[in-house]
Protein backbone atom coordinates (compact mmCIF):
# COMPACT_ATOMS: atom_id res chain seq x y z
CA UNK A 1 0.00 0.00 0.00
CA UNK A 2 1.17 3.54 -0.70
CA UNK A 3 -0.78 6.39 -0.98
CA UNK A 4 -1.19 6.57 -4.63
CA UNK A 5 -2.59 3.39 -4.63
CA UNK A 6 -4.57 4.06 -1.82
CA UNK A 7 -6.30 7.43 -3.78
CA UNK A 8 -6.76 4.97 -6.79
CA UNK A 9 -8.72 2.54 -4.83
CA UNK A 10 -10.72 5.00 -3.62
CA UNK A 11 -11.59 6.88 -7.32
CA UNK A 12 -12.26 3.54 -8.75
CA UNK A 13 -14.25 1.74 -6.15
CA UNK A 14 -15.98 4.29 -4.20
CA UNK A 15 -16.28 6.70 -7.27
CA UNK A 16 -14.74 9.85 -5.82
CA UNK A 17 -13.77 12.27 -8.24
CA UNK A 18 -12.58 15.82 -7.40
CA UNK A 19 -8.88 15.57 -6.31
CA UNK A 20 -6.70 18.18 -4.68
CA UNK A 21 -3.21 17.87 -3.71
CA UNK A 22 -1.62 20.02 -1.58
CA UNK A 23 2.45 19.87 -1.82
CA UNK A 24 3.18 18.43 -5.06
CA UNK A 25 7.13 18.84 -5.49
CA UNK A 26 7.16 17.53 -9.20
CA UNK A 27 3.77 15.72 -9.69
CA UNK A 28 5.13 12.35 -9.17
CA UNK A 29 1.87 11.40 -7.41
CA UNK A 30 -0.44 14.39 -9.28
CA UNK A 31 0.01 13.62 -12.70
CA UNK A 32 -0.90 10.14 -12.75
CA UNK A 33 -4.18 10.51 -10.84
CA UNK A 34 -7.12 10.15 -13.55
CA UNK A 35 -9.82 12.80 -13.09
CA UNK A 36 -11.47 15.93 -15.02
CA UNK A 37 -11.02 17.83 -11.97
CA UNK A 38 -7.71 17.77 -10.50
CA UNK A 39 -6.08 20.98 -8.30
CA UNK A 40 -2.80 20.92 -7.69
CA UNK A 41 -1.11 23.47 -5.17
CA UNK A 42 2.27 24.43 -4.42
CA UNK A 43 4.47 27.46 -4.14
CA UNK A 44 7.33 26.01 -5.94
CA UNK A 45 6.33 23.34 -8.36
CA UNK A 46 9.36 21.29 -9.49
CA UNK A 47 8.43 20.87 -13.52
CA UNK A 48 8.16 22.93 -17.02
CA UNK A 49 6.12 23.39 -19.33
CA UNK A 50 7.77 20.77 -20.92
CA UNK A 51 6.66 18.33 -18.16
CA UNK A 52 3.13 18.97 -18.17
CA UNK A 53 2.97 18.39 -21.94
CA UNK A 54 4.66 15.23 -21.85
CA UNK A 55 2.06 13.97 -18.90
CA UNK A 56 -0.74 14.94 -20.97
CA UNK A 57 0.34 12.93 -23.65
CA UNK A 58 1.02 9.68 -21.04
CA UNK A 59 -2.34 11.03 -19.01
CA UNK A 60 -5.03 13.21 -21.03
CA UNK A 61 -6.92 13.81 -17.69
CA UNK A 62 -3.67 16.51 -17.23
CA UNK A 63 -5.49 18.79 -19.41
CA UNK A 64 -8.10 19.89 -17.71
CA UNK A 65 -5.58 20.23 -14.31
CA UNK A 66 -5.25 23.67 -12.12
CA UNK A 67 -2.20 24.80 -10.82
CA UNK A 68 -1.86 27.33 -8.04
CA UNK A 69 1.31 28.05 -7.11
CA UNK A 70 0.99 29.52 -4.06
CA UNK A 71 0.99 28.13 -0.47
CA UNK A 72 -2.12 26.19 0.59
CA UNK A 73 -3.37 29.16 2.69
CA UNK A 74 -3.17 31.65 0.22
CA UNK A 75 -4.93 29.51 -1.99
CA UNK A 76 -8.27 28.71 0.40
CA UNK A 77 -7.98 32.10 1.63
CA UNK A 78 -7.74 33.79 -2.43
CA UNK A 79 -8.75 31.34 -4.63
CA UNK A 80 -11.17 28.42 -2.94
CA UNK A 81 -13.88 30.24 -3.17
CA UNK A 82 -14.12 30.51 -6.83
CA UNK A 83 -12.79 27.14 -7.22
CA UNK A 84 -15.27 25.65 -5.44
CA UNK A 85 -17.78 27.42 -6.07
CA UNK A 86 -20.19 24.76 -7.62
CA UNK A 87 -17.94 21.67 -6.89
CA UNK A 88 -17.18 19.83 -3.39
CA UNK A 89 -13.58 18.06 -2.99
CA UNK A 90 -13.91 13.76 -2.77
CA UNK A 91 -10.47 13.08 -2.12
CA UNK A 92 -7.00 14.94 -0.78
CA UNK A 93 -3.55 14.43 -0.43
CA UNK A 94 -2.03 16.57 2.25
CA UNK A 95 1.30 16.49 1.90
CA UNK A 96 2.55 20.50 1.48
CA UNK A 97 4.47 21.50 4.78
CA UNK A 98 4.85 19.26 7.24
CA UNK A 99 4.59 21.22 10.71
CA UNK A 100 1.71 20.83 12.82
CA UNK A 101 0.06 24.09 12.48
CA UNK A 102 -0.13 24.07 8.55
CA UNK A 103 -1.61 20.44 8.39
CA UNK A 104 -4.09 21.07 10.72
CA UNK A 105 -4.80 24.33 8.89
CA UNK A 106 -5.03 21.98 5.40
CA UNK A 107 -7.24 19.75 7.51
CA UNK A 108 -9.63 22.16 8.21
CA UNK A 109 -9.89 24.00 5.04
CA UNK A 110 -10.35 20.68 3.34
CA UNK A 111 -12.80 19.79 5.57
CA UNK A 112 -14.66 22.78 4.58
CA UNK A 113 -14.83 21.84 0.66
CA UNK A 114 -15.63 18.28 1.03
CA UNK A 115 -18.45 16.17 0.37
CA UNK A 116 -19.50 13.74 3.60
CA UNK A 117 -18.37 10.73 1.76
CA UNK A 118 -15.13 12.70 1.22
CA UNK A 119 -11.27 11.34 2.13
CA UNK A 120 -8.40 12.92 3.38
CA UNK A 121 -5.27 11.08 2.72
CA UNK A 122 -2.23 12.30 4.75
CA UNK A 123 1.48 11.56 4.42
CA UNK A 124 4.65 10.94 6.37
CA UNK A 125 2.71 10.76 9.42
CA UNK A 126 4.53 7.72 11.17
CA UNK A 127 8.20 9.71 11.62
CA UNK A 128 10.66 6.82 12.49
CA UNK A 129 13.63 8.52 14.01
CA UNK A 130 13.88 12.29 16.21
CA UNK A 131 15.52 13.56 12.79
CA UNK A 132 12.53 12.74 10.48
CA UNK A 133 10.29 14.43 13.42
CA UNK A 134 12.13 17.82 13.21
CA UNK A 135 11.07 20.75 12.42
CA UNK A 136 11.30 22.52 9.01
CA UNK A 137 14.34 25.20 10.23
CA UNK A 138 15.97 21.83 11.42
CA UNK A 139 15.94 20.32 8.47
CA UNK A 140 16.72 23.49 6.16
CA UNK A 141 20.12 23.45 8.45
CA UNK A 142 20.89 20.27 7.89
CA UNK A 143 20.91 21.34 4.38
CA UNK A 144 17.46 19.23 3.54
CA UNK A 145 19.45 15.85 4.38
CA UNK A 146 17.88 12.99 5.15
CA UNK A 147 14.09 11.80 5.24
CA UNK A 148 11.91 14.74 6.80
CA UNK A 149 8.11 13.74 8.03
CA UNK A 150 7.82 16.74 10.41
CA UNK A 151 5.19 16.22 13.20
CA UNK A 152 2.40 15.82 10.75
CA UNK A 153 1.80 13.18 13.66
CA UNK A 154 0.13 15.98 16.22
CA UNK A 155 -2.36 16.47 13.49
CA UNK A 156 -3.38 12.93 13.66
CA UNK A 157 -3.67 13.18 17.79
CA UNK A 158 -5.69 16.42 17.76
CA UNK A 159 -8.24 14.82 15.21
CA UNK A 160 -8.28 12.39 17.64
CA UNK A 161 -8.60 14.68 20.58
CA UNK A 162 -10.38 17.46 19.11
CA UNK A 163 -12.76 16.46 16.12
CA UNK A 164 -14.75 13.29 17.15
CA UNK A 165 -17.06 14.01 14.53
CA UNK A 166 -14.46 12.54 12.27
CA UNK A 167 -12.81 8.92 12.20
CA UNK A 168 -8.94 9.16 11.64
CA UNK A 169 -6.27 6.62 11.58
CA UNK A 170 -3.09 5.77 10.23
CA UNK A 171 -1.95 2.40 8.08
CA UNK A 172 1.50 1.81 9.11
CA UNK A 173 3.58 2.11 5.62
CA UNK A 174 4.20 4.77 2.75
CA UNK A 175 5.97 6.66 5.93
CA UNK A 176 2.56 6.40 7.72
CA UNK A 177 -0.75 7.30 5.65
CA UNK A 178 -2.66 9.34 7.58
CA UNK A 179 -6.83 8.39 6.59
CA UNK A 180 -9.08 10.98 7.68
CA UNK A 181 -13.30 10.99 6.65
CA UNK A 182 -15.94 12.59 8.09
CA UNK A 183 -17.53 9.79 10.12
CA UNK A 184 -20.87 7.73 10.26
CA UNK A 185 -21.03 7.73 14.12
CA UNK A 186 -22.62 10.20 16.11
CA UNK A 187 -21.53 8.87 19.54
CA UNK A 188 -17.68 8.88 19.38
CA UNK A 189 -16.02 9.26 22.05
CA UNK A 190 -11.80 9.71 22.07
CA UNK A 191 -9.34 7.92 24.53
CA UNK A 192 -7.37 11.39 23.62
CA UNK A 193 -8.49 14.81 25.68
CA UNK A 194 -5.51 17.20 24.74
CA UNK A 195 -5.75 20.79 23.78
CA UNK A 196 -3.77 22.37 20.58
CA UNK A 197 -1.56 23.41 23.06
CA UNK A 198 -0.66 20.49 25.06
CA UNK A 199 -0.27 18.74 21.73
CA UNK A 200 2.05 21.35 20.34
CA UNK A 201 4.30 21.22 23.78
CA UNK A 202 4.34 17.19 23.29
CA UNK A 203 8.00 15.49 21.71
CA UNK A 204 9.34 13.11 19.65
CA UNK A 205 9.67 10.71 22.80
CA UNK A 206 6.50 11.53 24.27
CA UNK A 207 5.63 10.18 20.43
CA UNK A 208 7.71 7.37 20.34
CA UNK A 209 6.46 5.54 23.51
CA UNK A 210 3.03 6.03 22.61
CA UNK A 211 3.02 5.49 18.57
CA UNK A 212 0.40 2.93 17.96
CA UNK A 213 -2.08 5.02 20.06
CA UNK A 214 -1.50 8.49 19.14
CA UNK A 215 -1.76 7.54 15.53
CA UNK A 216 -4.44 4.82 15.84
CA UNK A 217 -1.91 2.73 13.83
CA UNK A 218 -3.17 0.39 11.45
CA UNK A 219 -1.73 -2.36 9.57
CA UNK A 220 -1.67 -1.86 5.73
CA UNK A 221 -4.82 -3.82 5.16
CA UNK A 222 -7.16 -2.47 7.48
CA UNK A 223 -7.76 0.09 4.26
CA UNK A 224 -9.32 -2.52 2.68
CA UNK A 225 -11.76 -3.87 5.51
CA UNK A 226 -12.42 -0.14 6.42
CA UNK A 227 -13.49 1.09 2.85
CA UNK A 228 -14.86 -2.24 2.05
CA UNK A 229 -12.65 -2.56 -0.91
CA UNK A 230 -11.44 -5.55 -3.07
CA UNK A 231 -8.06 -6.41 -3.66
C1 LIG B 1 6.95 16.13 0.09
S1 LIG B 1 6.68 17.28 -1.19
C2 LIG B 1 5.21 16.69 -1.94
C3 LIG B 1 5.36 15.39 -2.67
C4 LIG B 1 4.18 14.91 -3.49
N1 LIG B 1 2.89 15.11 -2.86
C5 LIG B 1 4.34 13.42 -3.77
O1 LIG B 1 3.57 12.63 -3.23
O2 LIG B 1 5.25 13.07 -4.54
C6 LIG B 1 6.20 18.69 -0.31
C7 LIG B 1 5.83 19.88 -1.15
O3 LIG B 1 5.11 20.78 -0.32
C8 LIG B 1 5.36 22.08 -0.82
N2 LIG B 1 4.98 23.05 0.21
C9 LIG B 1 5.74 23.58 1.19
N3 LIG B 1 5.04 24.47 1.90
C10 LIG B 1 3.79 24.51 1.35
C11 LIG B 1 2.61 25.24 1.64
N4 LIG B 1 2.57 26.13 2.65
N5 LIG B 1 1.53 25.04 0.85
C12 LIG B 1 1.56 24.14 -0.16
N6 LIG B 1 2.66 23.41 -0.47
C13 LIG B 1 3.75 23.60 0.28
C14 LIG B 1 6.83 22.07 -1.16
O4 LIG B 1 7.13 23.09 -2.11
C15 LIG B 1 7.02 20.66 -1.71
O5 LIG B 1 6.99 20.64 -3.13
Redesign the pocket.
Known sequence: MN?LLAIQLLMTQKNLKNYV??????????FRIKSFFKIA??????FSKFRIFGKIILNPYNLFNQYFKI???DFFKNNAPNVFRDKKIDIA?V????EFA?ATR?VEHILERMNDNGVIIM??CNPLTFEAACTFKEWENRNFSGTWNGDVWKTILYIQSCRTDLDVFVLDCDHGLGVVTKSKKHDKTSPFHFSMEEIDRLTYDDFNANRTAYLNLKSADYFYEYFQLNK
Open positions: REIGVFNGHIFIDPDFTTSDLDGMHFDHD
